[in-house]
């Protein structure tokens, strides 16, 4: 066992004890006095070593007087808690004695020094702590001020230094060991929240956010002083009246019957009786017990304010208010002493049985039992016990009122107060959540985050209103570790921002609503992170939204832009407007509210509309240097190819413009720099993003070209120098921006280049050697590659066009509209156009989702038939095997 292992190792420490005799008792008085000969001037490491040292021998002698028999459970608990005490104020006392030195002690405002106070709580507050508990703390000090010394800091920052040094003491793992590991989780705020309050603050926390959970652990509070009957006004003014209230406090009975739930719900899920403390009828069901009594009677009966469990089940057997007292301090008892046991046996906070055949010997020779049967048998006995009475305690909670209000209190404990990280998984798995171990992490990170810990109260309360709020919704959902990372994501940008929260609180349908979209589309989920006014969508426009036209865009736009000042508000403006708009359109897209088509054209007419304000907002700017362009704007035209020219646009789509002018020769270099400016507005990224990625290789020469080409010169090149690829892509070129002049003129180019005499056999080459190059030039392959795709199906419609030499086709730019005009030209049997427009839609539909990041069906339903009936009409018409 780790007593006699410890004893080997640490001969001058067993010698000691036996020199001062190891089986004399010791008062409280005497560890305090004991450790005042430790100096407080050592250097830190030889101060840590002395420091464990002592708390070694200490435990040791309480160990070696409990084997024993010279000390009862009662007295082993209580001395060494009073241990821990003394070792607790000493290692405080260093930590301030040695931060005085660079820092001075801390004053008021009156120049009267200021005191910190430690608060013990959970077992070292009911002086009834085990060999290897945790020792639970909160910390406060008189009043606001700073420090006298050369280097002057507040005395909050000068506390926290003081608890941190502290910690760093106690916890630190050393070749003496540690002192005790210290939790501060109980503060006000939790891990988020300072690690030490002023007085004042503390009141006004309790008074305006304690919550019934912390009420339940302060039954246990107490200041530690040396003297245990050294009373502190300010505790008993400020703690006392906020655990317990002067009448019989029956409204702490709901969030009780809460607890009691939670407990039950955990057993049910994890029902080992081989964990005495958390198994059912275990040590925590004992102290729920005692504990609801005190919260529920003890501000009409003072004397039940108690911070020791053995001491209160007297008092409560004494007035009659627990008759199965003398039955749960009995099993109490028995418990307790099996944990010290099990603790002593390894120095860790355990509480299950042992698996091992040697642990299991040590213990059943430890508690005095004849063997391990006989020792599971008295366990499971006192287990059942326990169990009867916590039953019938504040009656049966599977009849509770209402059970939306328990899972909403019990997801407000979770993500409040400091529970447990197996039950609080637990309780998240039952509820449906999803790889809920990772849930409550990404919870636990966010809580007690940097972001949260700067919030201010109002922010802070709104939070802890929403947040079980959040919860109790995901449990509508698959996939709620996803989900609830995203939402988090949101509400890292949002949370310090109150009125999101306050809209997502006060509407409930807005925050199902967000959900949902998050839960349908990463696009729509990214799009909120990263720009969270869009929330306000959700509440401005109903889910019966529908696309408007391209003149309902322009003027709006334009009047919008109007009213705005400066031009960084007007490209502020500009990058919103998209945002907005994408979002609507998305929105409306997972609700299958609209098309995949419609929504293309609506995202096209979008585009259009802001990147004609973008060249006038260019113009607008260089002609304050270059008056000239007022009078040459007629002369230049914007070209839109690609999915904007044939207004299929997607929500990933960029531009692809051709910019092309019709003034003199020598004003190509102001044209030049007015597209210039105008492709650096449109690509520039904000805050807000960018509008759009544009792509000008399209225009003559491509990259070698220059970027603005006058009309003669564009259509020269295209009669003469372009190439199949780029005739392609002329079919879905239209003039976005341009005089009626230009627009003629480019109108009559298409025709001329659709009348062209072309050889159908070269032009299929030609097509198809485009295609497969495409083709091994991409990766990863996506919906639009491989036979049958959508590009598949873009290129021979794009045969169809030019082979069929008809000037129709000049001024048409979609797909389907050109399948429909080949139909009509009988260069299609209407089955055919129908299977291929049924394949058309379908791509665009994948393209879609895929863009929204939704799940995507498989493309192979019409790839294959798109593919056979490609083949068949090559074959029938040209002859191709």
């Keep these: 066992m780790l007593v006699s292992d410890y004893a080997c190792h640490h001969r001058q420490v067993l010698q000691e004890l036996i020199t001062e005799n190891p089986l004399q008792k010791r008062t409280r008085e005497e560890y305090f006095s004991s450790l005042s000969t430790l100096s407080l001037e050592q250097p830190l490491a030889l101060y840590n070593a002395k420091l464990r040292q002592m708390r070694q021998k200490y435990w040791l002698q309480l160990l070696l007087m409990e084997y024993a028999q010279y000390s009862d459970l009662q007295h082993t608990l ?116 300072s690690l030490a309050l002023s007085l004042s603050s503390m ?61 039950e719900k955990e057993v049910q899920l994890n029902p080992s009786l081989n964990d005495i403390k958390r198994g059912p009828g275990g040590i925590r069901e004992i102290e729920f017990i005692i504990q609801s009594i005190q919260l529920i009677r003890g501000g009409r009966l003072p ?35 099996m944990e010290n046991i099990l603790q002593s046996i390894a120095d860790q906070q355990t509480h299950a049985l042992p698996d091992s055949a040697i642990k299991q010997a040590q213990l059943v020779l430890a508690m005095g039992h004849a063997s391990w049967d006989e020792l599971v048998a008295t366990l499971h006995r006192y ?57 409550y992490q990404i919870l636990h990170t966010f809580r007690h985050g940097a972001r ?37 994501l949101l509400l890292e940008q949002i949370v310090g921002r109150s009125a999101y929260l306050a809209l997502l609180i006060e509407n409930t349908a807005t925050l199902q609503e967000v959900l949902f979209c998050f839960s349908q589309s990463s696009f729509i989920s990214s ?68 098309s995949a088509l419609a929504i293309g054209r609506f995202l096209s007419d979008v585009a259009e509309a802001i990147v004609k304000q973008v060249v006038l907002l260019s113009k607008d700017e260089l002609s304050l240097r270059y008056p000239e362009l007022w009078s040459d704007e007629n002369q230049l035209a914007l070209i839109a190819y690609g999915t904007l020219g044939s207004r299929e646009m997607n929500y990933t789509s960029d531009l692809d413009l051709v910019f092309i002018y019709t003034a003199q020769f020598s004003t190509e270099p102001l044209m030049t720099r007015w597209m210039q400016k105008t492709v650096y507005k449109l690509t520039t990224t904000t805050q807000l993003g ?57 109108h009559t180019l298409k025709r001329n280049i659709l009348h062209s005499a072309r050889d159908g056999l070269a032009l299929y080459h030609e097509i198809e050697n485009m295609r497969v190059k495409i083709e091994n030039n991409t990766e990863p392959k996506g919906i639009k590659h491989g036979m049958g795709g959508l590009l598949n199906l873009e290129f021979f419609i794009q045969y169809l066009v030019l082979y069929a030499r008809h000037e129709s086709l000049a001024s048409v730019t979609h797909p389907l509209e050109q399948l429909e005009h080949m139909m009509r030209l009988h260069w299609l049997r209407k089955e055919e156009s129908s299977l291929l427009k049924n394949a058309y839609i379908h791509y665009v539909g994948l393209l879609h989702q895929d863009a929204l990041g939704c799940a995507v ?25």
């Excluded at 700067?454 to 709620?480: C, G, H, K, N």
């Design 78 to 193: 209580e001395a060494w808690s009073d241990c821990a005490d003394a070792l607790v104020m000493h290692a405080l006392s260093y930590s301030q004695h040695t931060l005085s030195k660079r820092y001075g002690m801390p004053r008021d405002e009156q120049g009267q020094s200021v005191s910190l106070y430690t608060i013990a709580m959970g077992k070292l507050g009911g002086r009834e702590l085990n060999f290897s508990s945790d020792i639970d703390l909160l910390f406060a000090y008189d009043n606001e001020g700073k420090t006298d010394g050369e280097e002057q800091i507040s005395n909050e920052q000068y506390f926290i230094k003081v608890i941190q040094l502290f910690i760093q003491i106690m916890q630190t793992m050393t070749k003496e060991g540690f002192v005790f590991r210290v939790d501060l989780r109980l503060r006000p705020n939790g891990e988020s929240g």
């Design 203 to 263: 009141e006004t926390y309790y008074q305006e956010q304690g919550r019934d959970w912390e009420r339940y652990a302060m039954v246990k509070a107490r200041v530690i002083e040396v003297s245990l009957e050294k009373s502190c006004s300010w505790f008993d003014y400020l703690i006392t009246p906020f655990v317990y209230r002067r009448y019989v406090d029956f409204s702490v009975i709901e969030s009780l019957r809460g607890m009691k739930a939670m407990i």
């Design 303 to 337: 004397k039940l304010q108690i911070k020791n469990a053995l001491e209160a089940l007297a008092c409560l057997k004494k007035e009659k208010l627990l008759p199965e007292s003398d039955e749960l301090t009995e099993a109490y008892l028995y418990f307790r002493s």
């Design 383 to 439: 287990q059942e016990t326990v169990s009867q009475v916590f039953r019938l305690m504040l009656g049966q909670t599977n009849a509770y009122s209402n059970e939306q209000r328990l899972i909403h209190y019990q997801l407000s404990s979770l993500w409040h107060g400091p529970m447990e990280a197996d039950m609080a998984v637990n309780l998240l798995s039952s509820l449906g959540f999803g790889n809920a171990s990772y849930c």
């Design 452 to 488: 949260c810990r700067r919030l201010s109260q109002v922010a802070r309360l709104r939070l802890d209103r929403f947040i079980p709020l959040l919860l109790m919704e995901l449990t509508r959902y698959e996939q709620t570790d996803l989900l609830l990372q995203q939402v988090l």
């Design 527 to 594: 799009l909120l992170i990263k720009h969270p006014f869009l929330l306000e969508i959700f509440l401005q426009q109903n889910l019966d939204w529908q696309p408007v036209s391209l003149d309902v865009l322009e003027n709006q736009l334009a009047e919008q832009l109007q009213s705005l000042a400066t031009m960084e508000q007007k490209e502020n403006h500009l990058r919103q407007f998209k945002l907005t708009h994408w979002l609507l359109a998305a929105r409306a897209e997972v609700h299958a509210h609209c």
């Design 690 to 746: 960018r509008l759009f990625a544009v792509d000008t290789r399209l225009r003559p020469s491509g990259s070698a070209g220059l970027l603005v080409s006058p009309l003669v010169a564009f259509v020269e090149y295209q009669q003469k120098n372009a190439w199949i690829w780029e005739h392609q892509a002329l079919l879905k070129a239209r003039v976005l921006l341009g005089s009626d002049t230009i627009k003629n003129v480019f």
């Design 857 to 881: 069906v498989d493309k192979e339903f019409f790839s294959e038939k798109v593919c056979q009936l490609c083949q068949q009409w090559y074959q029938s018409h040209l002859d191709i095997q």
